[in-house]
């Protein structure tokens, strides 16, 4: 029977690919909601919405591969439902898949907000290739845009809509932006560079109404108005873990599963954005959306499969590019409760120490790559680095890091 993949997107296509890399010899079926092959998400936001890249340089691999590696791609269909008692999965197509092994990787979608308007020409949303190829054609003419959102979506397109020549105004709810990921001083530095790039930032924003007739005219809070001919809705996702649920499995903000990614029903495994895992870098379960983590857990997942015995504990890590600067994190600094950030010479470098305590949570830097890599290796375990190292004047990260390689 083998294995059968739910979700096309880079967690479900990795599973597929190490499990042939591994030797595996059952048959493999990845079935994919989209007509398109499995493709990369991050330069959606960035440089294919620029038009500085086609779709094939997003493929993860030509359609040839699969072929190739005899995996059975699925294209444009979907899972309706899954027969735990059976061992099968229902497609929308009518036919029905035995499986060994189900490997759920559903993804997520957008939180699209219930208000008046959301539906109007000129709203957009962003998670596919279809929804970028169509917010691109729509930058080639709009003159103001608002964003309602200041996470990384949010942000990377209004760094992308400035570079045209777009007026952008970024609406946020919470106090500052990136609030669920990234540290108050690492906030401020951005809050800086996007207001520096032109963009109109506002705070406590809750939008009460998309405003227009037939097409989008401007975004109503619950105290102002803000003119505009496109409108992103970057106000997060939700795990799409429905089919999971009405199966049976456990959910709660997500699939839940173990340190191997399986579920309650040890055929089944959940990995990438649907999944809700624990994991030593965080106080208690977490979900999150990374390519690291998508492809770390596929990873985790196929060599359990294969027979493997280790469990799922890869140092968490995630990237942004909006405008000149690239924002790189290390860890997960939600709960630090002593942030150290060093302004370095330049006024586009930034290096953000997170702690509980006396425990290194994480590591934010903007246009520091050396930094960020080795705040991976200390954030592995392999190496330490406390609070008070770091607050001296002139602590050199990668020399620490380096010196304690060494000894």
Aim: glycine share 10%; hydrophobic share 45%.
């Amino acid at each position: 029977m083998g294995v059968v993949i739910v979700g096309g997107g880079q967690a479900g296509f990795q599973v597929a690919a190490s499990l042939r890399q591994g030797g595996y010899a059952e048959a493999i079926v990845l079935v994919a909601g989209e007509n398109r092959v499995p493709y990369q998400r991050p330069p959606l936001s960035k440089a294919y919405l620029k038009e500085a890249m086609g779709f094939d340089r997003l493929e993860l691999r030509p359609e040839s591969f699969y072929a190739a590696q005899a995996i059975d791609l699925r294209l444009g269909e979907t899972v309706t439902a899954i027969d735990r008692p059976a061992g099968t999965v229902a497609l929308a197509s009518g036919e029905h898949l035995a499986f060994d092994h189900l490997v759920l990787a559903t993804g997520a979608r957008n939180r699209v907000l219930p208000i008046p308007g959301a539906a109007l020409e000129g709203v957009h949303l962003l998670r596919s290739a279809e929804d970028a190829e169509t917010l691109r054609e729509a930058l080639q003419t709009a003159r103001r845009m608002v964003v309602v959102g200041g996470g990384f979506i949010g942000l990377e397109v209004a760094a992308s809509a400035r570079a045209k020549g777009i007026e952008v105004t970024v609406l946020e709810a919470a106090d500052r932006l990136m609030g669920r990921v990234v540290s108050p001083a690492t906030s401020a530095f951005f809050l800086d560079a996007h207001r520096a790039m032109g963009t109109t930032i506002a705070f406590g924003a809750k939008v009460g109404a998309i405003l227009g007739e037939s097409r989008v005219t401007g975004v109503a809070t619950q105290t102002e108005e803000y003119p505009a001919d496109l409108v992103l809705m970057a106000a997060g996702v939700l795990p799409n873990d429905d089919l999971a649920g009405a199966a049976g499995l456990v959910t709660a903000g997500g699939v839940r599963v173990d340190t191997f990614m399986t579920t309650d029903d040890p055929r089944i495994f959940a990995i990438g954005d649907c999944a809700v895992f624990q994991s030593r870098h965080a106080d208690g379960p977490i979900r999150l959306e990374s390519v690291q983590n998508a492809v770390d857990q596929a990873k985790c997942v196929a060599a359990r499969i294969l027979g493997g015995s280790t469990p799922y504990d890869s140092v968490p890590w995630f990237w942004s590019d909006q405008g000149p600067y690239k924002l790189q994190i290390a860890g997960i600094t939600s709960a630090a409760d002593h942030v150290h950030a060093v302004r370095l010479p330049g006024e586009d470098r930034l290096i953000t120490y997170c702690f509980q305590g006396d425990r290194l949570l994480g590591i934010e830097t903007v246009n520091r790559p050396g930094d960020h890599m080795a705040g991976r290796r200390l954030l592995s375990g392999e190496l330490r680095l406390s609070r008070a190292e770091i607050e001296k004047g002139d602590f050199d990260l990668r020399a620490h890091t380096a010196a304690l390689a060494k000894a």
